[in-house]
């Protein structure tokens, strides 16, 4: 039996396994999915928002505030690519817009933040230059910025499971089961796991996840928001990430680099039946283009490499619910972690383990956690004599596989060994991202599949995109 049972591996259900991995306790995630981070986490707008946004006295104004400093620190330790780029919210022209403007800017007075100032439209363009003549006042978010959402819950989780907690992918828990002792999550196949204490992180299924368990309180609404990533080419179009004055629906289409050097544009915000449901639309992917070219109107959409939908997970009363269940004693539900959730994972994860505490886990700090995770692209960090050293030395790093983003097969067989290790292309992509680039994974995807087979002994038949139902060949001819 475990101490505590995580279901759901998202960058929250990582990153309170991470947390969690400081104390003497045995910890186990339990996701559905073939790979980690596969909901919400992996297609996300990978802002780190400044904290002015979030109504004063809620619980994400308070974990805002006390997030961004958290997350950056904990980036730096488990080498989770970021970059303080700051953020703009744009008005453009109307006193209504102004207004709200000037109300986000009071907002973050009040919820603390710090490094908030309003700029004309004059000294915005002076700092970027591309934006739209018509943008008139701008609040500029100094310490805001962009991650890479995948890569800090790989990261995060890596780092959990070196310091000793286990993940189960694969295990879609169907029923939880009170035990005398705690609780048995059962699995679609029916494999049966117990711990002392359950946390539900389980994103957009988290109210299904807290309906086994009796909970009814909360019911999750969610909403779909399409995405066009643009080639690198375009990813100095804007510095900052750039944003409208947010509405009723969300905080609307941004245009921002990546921490990889490309441009994003998106999301939009539509209610979903099922939290499954990430196909794109002509209709969105318009209204992306249209609504990014009013902020940045030079934006070349001709250089989209890829579009993509990711669901986010939104409650009717609009904060995180962050409590324990008050019917099945022992069960945390970690839910609606809408935005900014993953500027606050850290905060989350530390207000979860309080919550914990609370509820009666015993938390006694291990003398050998080690917070630090190897920096898994320190190669291409090196200078072209180091690299050339380091290649001498392990010659399968000198072997280019993608040629767009230009990684080696010794960083693609590395992403396979370690914790957590990649099972499948698009595993091998978020961690590498061989695949990433302009062709989209067209030439170097059957040699990953190839090291898939040889690393895992498996033939070239059984590797799969990404899990069940996605295999890429079918045999030889």
Do not use: W
Not at 434 to 442: A, E, F, Y
């Amino acid at each position: 039996m475990y101490d505590v049972l995580i279901v759901g591996a998202g960058v929250i259900g990582g990153m309170l396994a991470r947390q969690l991995s400081r104390y003497d306790l045995s910890v186990c995630i339990l996701e559905k999915e073939n790979d980690v981070a596969m909901g919400a986490t992996k297609a996300n707008s990978g802002i780190v928002h400044g904290g002015y946004d979030p109504e004063p006295g809620t619980l994400k104004a308070k974990l805002n505030a006390e997030g961004v400093q958290k997350l950056y620190d904990v980036a730096d330790e488990i080498h989770a690519p970021y970059r303080k780029n700051g953020s703009f919210v744009c008005a453009f022209g109307t006193p209504e817009e102004e207004a709200t403007v000037r109300e986000l800017y009071e907002r973050g007075q009040i919820n603390g933040i710090k490094g908030l100032e309003l700029l004309t439209g004059e000294q915005a363009r002076a700092l970027e230059p591309a934006l739209s003549e018509k943008v008139s006042l701008v609040l500029n978010v100094t310490n805001a910025g962009i991650v890479c959402p995948y890569e800090m819950a790989i990261a995060a989780i890596g780092n959990a499971m070196d310091n000793g907690v286990e993940l189960k992918v694969g295990f879609a828990v169907r029923t939880v089961e009170k035990t005398e002792n705690g609780f048995v999550a059962v699995a679609e196949n029916g494999t049966r796991v117990a711990g002392k204490y359950l946390v539900n992180c389980a994103g957009a299924y988290s109210d299904r996840v807290a309906a086994m368990v009796g909970d009814s309180f909360f019911t999750i609404i969610p909403r779909a928001g399409e995405y066009m990533l643009l080639d690198k080419n375009e990813g100095s179009r804007v510095s900052h990430t750039i944003f409208q004055v947010p509405g009723i629906e969300g905080k609307g289409i941004l245009v921002s680099p990546t921490v990889d050097g490309n441009l994003l544009t998106g999301p939009t915000a539509l209610k979903v039946e099922n939290p499954a449901c990430t196909e794109t639309t002509p209709e969105g992917l318009e209204a992306v283009g249209r609504l990014a070219a009013k902020s940045v109107p030079s934006v070349n959409f001709r250089q989209v490499i890829t579009s993509f939908t990711g669901v986010r997970s939104s409650e009717k009363n609009g904060d995180f619910i962050i409590r324990p269940s008050e019917v099945a004693k022992g069960v945390l539900h970690v839910a609606a972690i809408d935005s900014p959730g993953l500027t606050c994972c850290v905060a989350i994860a530390d207000y979860a383990i309080d919550q914990l505490r609370a509820m009666g886990l015993l938390l006694t700090e291990k003398a050998d956690f080690n917070p630090v995770r190897e920096n898994p692209h320190a190669f291409r960090e090196m200078s072209d004599e180091e690299k050339d050293a380091y290649i001498k030395a392990h010659p399968a790093y000198g072997k280019i596989v993608c040629r767009c983003e230009t990684v080696s097969e010794g960083e693609i067989r590395d992403a396979i060994r370690r914790n957590p290790p990649a099972r499948d292309i698009d595993g091998v992509k978020r961690r590498t991202r061989s695949g990433m680039g302009r062709c989209q994974g067209g030439f170097c995807m059957p040699y990953v599949m190839r090291l898939l087979s040889e690393e895992n002994g498996e033939p070239m038949e059984k590797i799969t995109k990404n899990g069940e139902g996605s295999a890429q060949l079918t045999g030889k001819l």
